[in-house]
């Protein structure tokens, strides 16, 4: 069955620090993969997605992730942690894309706080 | 664009009533989805459409769960009896099917608090 693991349920980082998250998944077909972001009493806001093609995805917000097929890993990154960057983030896998098809699974989400 | 819009934002009720949700999707697209999101289950796809047919809903916790979409532009999650274990956070999401970049996008979410 397809899953999504975030191993790291809360994060703290000073301003100005790089910043890594990590997602792991397991998904028997090439997987479409998500990363998702959710400000205190916001919705989810799309951070960036990996369908195919390059492996390292540029998304909004100066944020990054890579697609490790060997380690099924599509871990975020971003080189300098603002304030606002504070929020809960979670990792999520798409299923079944394809003909209008298609749900995502989500992982339980990494909180992130930052410290001034 | 508008994007997803969820009404009400907030709901309190009261065990036994009955609970009505509301959204209208992105313009245009033509799959919706509900999620709910507990703290201790996280975020769980409940229900979702595809051109106002209801694909899969193994994710409806049990009969007290419904949800319609009449149109492309409108469905309804609805809670009859409400339970204090279903408040939670009641989220929409749609997407447009383009090849394959099929993402969601969310709605900002019903608070549903059951007294």
């Known amino acids: 069955a397809q899953s999504v693991t975030q191993p790291d349920i809360h994060i703290t980082v000073s301003e100005g620090a790089s910043l890594e998250l990590r997602c792991n998944y397991s998904?028997?077909?090439?997987?479409?993969l998500f990363w998702y972001v959710q400000s205190p009493g916001q919705g989810l806001q799309l951070l960036l997605k990996?369908?195919?093609?390059?492996?390292l995805v540029q998304g909004i917000k100066g944020f990054e992730a890579e697609f490790k097929r060997s380690q099924s890993s599509f871990n975020l990154r971003k080189p300098s942690v603002h304030w606002s960057d504070a929020a809960e983030y979670f990792c999520?896998?798409?299923?079944?894309?394809?003909?209008?098809?298609?749900?995502?699974?989500f992982g339980k989400g990494t909180k992130l706080s930052v410290k001034p | 664009d508008a994007g997803v819009i969820q009404s009400p934002r907030h709901e309190v009720t009261e065990m036994g009533q009955e609970v009505t949700l509301r959204c209208k999707p992105i313009s245009g697209h033509n799959s919706l989805f509900w999620y709910r999101q507990t703290m201790m289950r996280g975020l769980e796809l409940l229900i979702y459409f595809n051109n106002n047919v209801p694909i899969d809903d193994s994710g409806m916790p049990e009969d007290r769960f419904s949800a319609k979409m009449p149109n492309a532009s409108f469905s309804t999650l609805k809670i009859q009896p409400s339970e204090p274990r279903d408040s939670a956070v009641y989220f929409c999401?749609?997407?447009?099917?383009?090849?394959?970049?099929?993402?969601?996008?969310f709605g900002p979410g019903t608070r549903l608090t059951v007294l």
């Open positions: 998904y028997g077909a090439t997987p479409y």
């Open positions: 999401a749609s997407s447009a099917f383009s090849g394959d970049t099929d993402t969601q996008y």
């Open positions: 999520a896998v798409g299923t079944n894309y394809g003909g209008s098809q298609g749900n995502l699974i």
């Open positions: 990996y369908f195919s093609g390059d492996t």
